[in-house]
C-alpha cells in the first residue's frame, strides 16, 4: 500500500470548514484513497473514501487531485464532537492479502469553541 | 444491524494469567481482523482471519498471542502468560467479502497489573 504524509496536528473554530491535507505521490492507479476518525478512546469510524472522482457524503467531502497524489477531506462545519484523529489510508479496495488497513499517525484535529 | 461487538470492554489480569478478548462481527460479514492500541500510540494490525482460518498473522508476536474465528462463534483473541507491556487497547474491525470498509467495534481495554 502506498504511504500517506499528513500534518500531525491541526486546529480548526467550531462551524468553520476543517480542511485536512494528505499526500500520497506513490499512489497506484488502482489504489483508493480512504478516510478513518478515532475520537479518544472509540473504534475507528470509516469516514468516505475514493478513487479519483471527488466524493460526497453525509459525513464529509473528499478531494482528489487530478494527478490523484494528494487530497483533502473537508468536514463543512466542524463541531466540538469531531475532534478526532484522522487517518488518511491508501490501499486497493480487495487484494489477495485482504482487506487490513495500515493506520499511519494521521492529524489529531482540535476543534475550539 | 448490530454492529461489531467486543467484549469485555475493560479486563484487568496480573501477570502470569491469560486474558481471552472475543470479537463478533457484523451480520453477514466474514473477514475479522484484529488491532492493537497501545498508550499513545497508533493502530498495528495483528491478523487477519476468515472462518476458520488465518489469511495473514504477520503483526501478531510469535509467542503467547494466538487468535482463531471457528464456524460457529465468535473470533478469540488469546493472550497468555501476560506481561505488562500487553497493557493497550485491542480493537476488532469486521467486513463483508470484496469491500475494503472496515468496521471497527469499540474495543477491549486490556490492564495487566
Known amino acids: 500500500d502506498a504511504k500517506t504524509t499528513q500534518p500531525p496536528s491541526m486546529d480548526c473554530a467550531e462551524g468553520r470548514a476543517a480542511n485536512l491535507p494528505c499526500n500520497h505521490s506513490?499512489?497506484?492507479?488502482?489504489?483508493?484513497v480512504y478516510w478513518y476518525r478515532q475520537i479518544h478512546s472509540q473504534g475507528p469510524q470509516y469516514i468516505i473514501h475514493?478513487?479519483?472522482n471527488n466524493e460526497t457524503n453525509e459525513m464529509a467531502s473528499l478531494i482528489i487531485t487530478e494527478d490523484r497524489k494528494s487530497s483533502t477531506l473537508i468536514l463543512p462545519h466542524a463541531t466540538l464532537r469531531d475532534t478526532a484523529v484522522y487517518y488518511c489510508?491508501?490501499?486497493?479496495?480487495?487484494?489477495?492479502?485482504?482487506?487490513?488497513?495500515?493506520f499511519g499517525g494521521g492529524t489529531r484535529l482540535m476543534v475550539k469553541p | 444491524n448490530a454492529g461489531v461487538m467486543q467484549n469485555p470492554r475493560h479486563l484487568v489480569r496480573r501477570r502470569g494469567q491469560e486474558a481471552r478478548l472475543r470479537c463478533s462481527p457484523m451480520?453477514?460479514?466474514?473477514?475479522v481482523y484484529w488491532y492493537r492500541q497501545l498508550p499513545e500510540e497508533g493502530l498495528k494490525f495483528m491478523v487477519y482471519?476468515?472462518?476458520?482460518?488465518?489469511?495473514?498473522e504477520s503483526g501478531m508476536p510469535k509467542e503467547r498471542f494466538s487468535a482463531e474465528f471457528p464456524k460457529e462463534g465468535p473470533s478469540i483473541l488469546r493472550i497468555q502468560q501476560v506481561v505488562r507491556g500487553d497493557s493497550a487497547a485491542y480493537f476488532c474491525?469486521?467486513?463483508?467479502?470484496?469491500?475494503?470498509?472496515?468496521?471497527f467495534g469499540e474495543g477491549s481495554r486490556l490492564t495487566v497489573l
Open positions: 474491525a469486521s467486513s463483508a467479502m470484496g469491500t475494503g470498509e472496515l468496521f
Open positions: 475514493g478513487l479519483k
Open positions: 451480520k453477514g460479514h466474514s473477514h
Open positions: 489510508i491508501v490501499r486497493v479496495a480487495v487484494n489477495n492479502a485482504g482487506n487490513m488497513l495500515t
Open positions: 506513490t499512489i497506484s492507479g488502482n489504489e483508493y
Open positions: 482471519l476468515q472462518k476458520e482460518n488465518i489469511i495473514d
